[in-house]
């Protein structure tokens, strides 16, 4: 492509070859930082060799892997790309992911970072201002760690609460998964880092991850997945779209050109660059035709069909030249708009402790209270003697493994239930101990722990304390699936010796999602605690003894039992591969129609079910009440509200919820959430909240016409805590409309 740009008129490539022979910098001085990042990547594009052009779209891996050493110039992380030096372009050094800066098998010996609580838990907060600072603080750290592209943004819905991944993601809606997501995803960026989004899209389980084809019609898919990530996108304009492992309708993420060249970058217009995940391209012509900007993780596929055989592919016309300068485009269009190319990720020092506060107000606002039987909790601190059981509290809190594994200095490591899997050999314990913080709570309490392992003992030394606290742990990582839902190693007959022998009994879930909970009538309270970070331990003391009330809301359902969701039976994980590089056996489907774009709270209130804990439930130490709904067209914008009130005797926060659904003669969709509020409030206080709804919200997806289309007639507005609990009631009447995909 002969790239023309405006300035004054002047021959850009004229310029280029002017500036390079005088051995200037191209990107850094031609250009100007001026200039839209789209003119600054076609001036780069159009000063660029052919292999400078393939070495920047495929990346080894930037460590040494099997035969392969570290690539030459790579800091040691995910994946690396040489850059263009001699036009100002650094080399791309990737590294993992939404949680914090990873460093894996600690290949930059002794680069601690810091960990936030799992994505599931930051949309517990339902805040998405502590996404976007959380995203700051990842996005600080990598740029510290001169790293310039982080692999975060992952915001696949959890259509299967078994996934192993699920604490990677930021649960079942795809509003407030994209809000949240997105607000990250901008966080980061406001640093000078790419942040990608992923895994694009519909890859909702491990098992079979590389051989499994998510089967769903276009229309729901736009109404669910895809739209968590056009909301995200919209908000965090992430420089990257990371594809997934797994098939859509029969075609590899990597080469789907619906969902890369029509959706993605037709209808939603993306500018950025879409790589694959690890391993997980599959041909040069295809994927490059069907929209592939970059193949990542190329040691783990058959060839480098980004390298030498698109090179040639381009050389005999059959992927056209205009594609490649396409692609290199995108990645550099990217880096010169987050300002990786201006200010250059560098090493510098890491304010850890101020850092260290940021996981700590993701996780108390993260936790759920679920259950608190005759006001259990608050602790008093003035409590004599308190039993800590289980899950070794008093080492630290546990975090979900994989890719995302961080490693805060201290972590401490335990071998998994997959020692022979390199990736997954080790559940990580960070190092915030909550024996240790419910002691320094209660500094004048006799504080015992026990490790769980012989049920007897523990409810033995359970007797007669004033408060009994069992973690219980479900560990989740990439990779593979979690079998069931039971809490594993016999700890559902640990909690139930323990609560026998003393009803005080409250039981700390640190779990990726959700957990069956045969005993929860005879403890007395439950507190969801998930993956909690750098200060989890901390942070749970704060709330067990009231010092933070607790404000998490649930971002997914948690079931009764496995005969809830739409698919109760899982594949069998032996009879099929998930990871790449592997042999590859066991192609199969999962249906995707059976809730079609009912994920979640949809599908339980279509199947008239009763869940154990629904979407959005979440308990304070007050008490909050709703009234006063109304719901009124603004013009074209549709603005609901409601006030609240707080009824207790305590400062909280409270998270009024609002949903839209509507009957079958207009469009007929179950109840959606459309949006919610986070507000503080003092005892007796009351406060109006209101929202302004999306109208994708309110509307189905036409496939026929390849448009959102709203139905004239009545919609059934409700309002309230949480999906289940929406006592205030109200109809709005909507016209016809059709809006842009
Ligand atoms: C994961 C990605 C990750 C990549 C690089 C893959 O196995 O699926 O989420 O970013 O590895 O570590």
């Known amino acids: 492509m002969t790239t023309k740009v405006g300035l004054s008129g002047f021959s850009l490539s004229v310029l ?5 022979t005088a ?84 290949i930059r010996p002794g680069d601690n970072a810091t960990a936030l609580p799992s994505s599931m838990m930051l949309a517990a907060t339902f805040d998405p201002k502590l996404a976007r600072k959380g995203g700051e603080m990842v996005g600080t750290e990598a740029h510290a760690k001169g790293i310039n592209v982080m692999l975060a943004g992952g915001v696949n819905l959890t259509r299967e609460p078994r996934n192993g991944r699920n604490f990677e993601y930021l649960g079942e809606d795809p509003l407030l998964a994209g809000q949240m997501a997105g607000n990250s995803i901008a ?13 694009y899209a519909l890859n909702a389980q491990e098992t079979g991850r590389v051989m499994v084809s998510s089967v769903i019609n276009r229309s729901a898919a736009r109404e669910s997945d895809l739209l968590a990530f056009e909301l995200a996108i919209e908000k965090g304009q992430p420089g990257s779209v990371m594809t997934g492992y797994n098939r859509i309708n029969g075609q590899y993420a990597s080469q789907n050109a619906f969902l890369i060249n029509q959706v993605l970058k037709g209808d939603w217009r993306y500018k950025g660059w879409v790589m694959s995940d690890w391993g997980a391209t599959h041909s040069t012509k295809k994927a490059a035709l069907a929209g592939l900007d970059q193949q990542s993780g190329e040691n783990l596929d058959p060839k480098v069909f980004f390298g030498e055989p698109l090179k040639r592919a381009v050389q005999k016309g059959s992927v056209p030249q205009e594609r490649l300068d396409d692609m290199v485009k995108r990645i550099l269009r990217s880096l010169f708009a987050v300002g990786a190319v201006d200010n250059p990720a560098k090493a510098a020092s890491i304010d850890y402790d101020a850092h260290a506060q940021v996981a700590k107000a993701v996780a108390e606002q993260g936790i759920v209270l679920l259950k608190n039987a005759n006001n259990q909790l608050p602790l008093s601190s003035k409590a004599k003697r308190i039993v800590v059981i289980g899950s070794h509290a008093d080492v630290g809190v546990l975090s979900g493994g994989g890719s995302s594994q961080v490693t805060p200095l201290g972590s401490v490591k335990v071998p998994s239930p997959y020692p022979d899997n390199a990736f997954i050999a080790n559940m990580v ?31 033995k030394l359970a007797q007669g304390a004033d408060a009994v606290i069992v973690f219980a742990q479900q560990w989740t990582a990439e990779s593979v699936d979690v079998k069931d839902l039971s809490l594993p190693d016999n700890q559902d007959a640990l909690i139930e010796a323990v609560a026998k022998a003393n009803p005080k009994t409250t039981v700390v879930l640190e779990t990726g999602g959700p957990v069956k909970m045969p005993w929860l009538g005879k403890v007395s309270a439950v507190v969801e605690a998930w993956y909690s970070g750098s200060k989890g331990g901390e942070a749970i003391a704060s709330v067990l003894f009231g010092r933070v009330n607790p404000s998490g809301r649930l971002p997914i359902t948690f079931p009764q039992d496995e005969t809830q969701l739409p698919r109760p039976n899982m594949r069998d994980p032996a009879t099929t591969t998930s990871n790449p590089g592997e042999k590859r056996k066991g192609l199969f489907s999962e249906n995707y129609n059976i ?6 709270y949809k599908w339980y209130e279509r199947e008239g079910k009763k869940p154990l804990f629904p979407f959005g439930y979440g308990l304070s130490y007050t008490t909050f009440s709703y009234s006063n709904l109304s719901a009124e067209l603004r013009g074209s914008k549709l603005v609901l509200g409601m006030d609240v009130t707080n009824r207790g005797q305590l400062k909280g926060i409270d998270t009024p919820q609002f949903y839209i659904g509507s009957s079958s003669k207009h469009n007929g969709f179950t109840s959606r959430l459309v949006g919610w509020d986070r507000i503080e409030l003092k005892p007796g206080k009351t406060k109006r909240v209101t929202v302004t709804v999306d109208p994708r919200l309110v509307a189905r997806f036409d496939e026929k016409v390849n448009a959102w289309h709203i139905k004239a007639g009545n919609y059934r507005v409700s309002a309230g805590a949480n999906a289940m609990e929406r ?3 109200a109809q709005v009447r909507l016209n016809e409309k059709y809006l842009a995909p």
């Not at 504080?447 to 523990?458: K, L, Y």
């Not at 809730?595 to 979640?600: K, N, T």
């Open 595 to 600: 809730e079609g774009a009912d994920v979640g």
């Open 429 to 459: 314990y960070h190092p915030s101990s909550p024996l240790k913080a419910i002691q320094a709570e209660a500094p004048k309490a006799q504080v015992i722990f026990d490790s769980g392992e012989d049920p007897q003992q523990a409810a």
């Open 187 to 199: 966080g980061i960026q406001s640093r000078h880092v790419v942040s990608t989004i992923k895994h």
């Open 727 to 729: 006592p205030l009631k």
């Open 23 to 106: 051995g200037h910098s191209w990107a850094a001085e031609a250009a100007s930082r001026h200039d839209s990042p789209d003119r600054r990547a076609e001036a780069v594009v159009s000063a660029m060799t052919l292999d400078e052009k393939i070495a920047l779209v495929h990346t080894p891996f930037g460590y040494p892997i099997g035969d392969s050493p570290k690539p030459e110039g790579a800091i040691g992380s995910a994946a690396y790309a040489p850059g263009v030096p001699r036009l100002g372009i650094p080399a791309l050094q990737e590294s993992d992911a939404s949680l914090g800066v990873t460093n894996p098998y600690d």
């Open 16 to 20: 280029s070859a002017a500036l390079l």
